[in-house]
C-alpha cells in the first residue's frame, strides 16, 4: 500500500514558525515530484509549493513566497516545508502529494496528483 503521512501541524502564534514533514511508505520518492497544498474551510484547495524529484526545482505560490521553504531527504523517504512568519491566512489543512516524474517536473496543480496523505491541521491564531 502506497502511503504518505504528514506531520508537525499545530497552533502557533502570527510571527512564529512550523516545519512539517511527509513521510513515504510503499514507494520511493526518487522517482517523484512533490506538491505542498493547503485547505481552508469554504475554500478551494490550493498548490502552496512544490519540488522535483531531485529536489532542482521549487516553486511556490505567491501568498507563501519568502516565507515557506520546501525541501526532500531522498535517502529518506522525506519532504519537508519550513513555514516562517506564519499568518492567521495561513491557517488550513495542509497535504503532501506525490507525482511520477523525473526531471524539472513540478507540479502545484490538484488534480493532477496521485498520491495524498491525509493533511495535518496549522492554526495561526493569537
Given at each position: 500500500q502506497l502511503q504518505l503521512v504528514e506531520s508537525g501541524g499545530g497552533l502557533v502564534q502570527p510571527g512564529g514558525s512550523l516545519r512539517?514533514?511527509?513521510?513515504?511508505?510503499?514507494f520511493t520518492l526518487d522517482y517523484y515530484a512533490i506538491g505542498w497544498f493547503r485547505q481552508a474551510p469554504g475554500k478551494e484547495r490550493e498548490g502552496v509549493s512544490c519540488i522535483s524529484s531531485s529536489g532542482g526545482r521549487t516553486n511556490y505560490a505567491d501568498s507563501v513566497k519568502g516565507r515557506f521553504i520546501i525541501s526532500r531527504d531522498n535517502a529518506k523517504n522525506m519532504v519537508y516545508l519550513q513555514m516562517n512568519s506564519l499568518k492567521p491566512e495561513d491557517t488550513?489543512?495542509?497535504y503532501c502529494a506525490a507525482i511520477r516524474g523525473r526531471g524539472a517536473l513540478c507540479v502545484m496543480t490538484p488534480y493532477?496528483?496521485?498520491y495524498w496523505g491525509k493533511g495535518t491541521l496549522v492554526?495561526?491564531?493569537s
Open positions: 512539517l514533514s511527509c513521510v513515504a511508505s510503499g488550513a489543512v495542509y493532477d496528483m496521485d492554526t495561526v491564531s
